[in-house]
């Protein structure tokens, strides 16, 4: 059974960096890809940015854009989200999610906090 772990969220202050890690376990093979999801408080989930099979990366929301940098490992098996300059309005649950077989699996979210 896939399985997403993410960890590195925390509270910092405006301005500050943070770097998001998800991890995935229990499959074997395929082509996935995988997403950052955020959900602020009182608001819509939206998607923030995500990688394909080819590694290409596309930023969904505009306002993390030149302000945050997904990435992978070697593996294609970690994700990572570099979050620089960051804002009172970053501050939401952020979700990892992988795209396999036609089906989506989530992890279980990281706390992000954004404040003086």
């Known amino acids: 059974q896939v399985q997403l772990v993410e960890s590195g969220g925390g509270l910092v202050q405006p301005g500050g960096s943070l770097r998001l890690s998800c991890s995935a376990t229990?499959?074997?093979?395929?082509?996935?890809?995988f997403a950052w999801y955020r959900r602020a408080p009182g608001k819509e989930r939206e998607v923030v940015a995500s990688i394909g099979w080819d590694d290409r990366v596309t930023y969904w929301t505009d306002s993390v854009k030149g302000r945050f940098t997904m990435s992978r490992d070697n593996a294609k098996t970690t994700v990572y989200l570099r979050m620089n300059s960051l804002k009172p309005e970053d501050t939401a649950v952020y979700f990892c999610?992988?795209?396999?077989?036609?089906?989506?699996?989530w992890g279980q979210g990281t706390q992000v906090t954004v404040s003086s």
């Open positions: 999610m992988m795209h396999l077989g036609g089906s989506d699996f």
């Open positions: 229990g499959f074997t093979g395929g082509r996935y890809g």
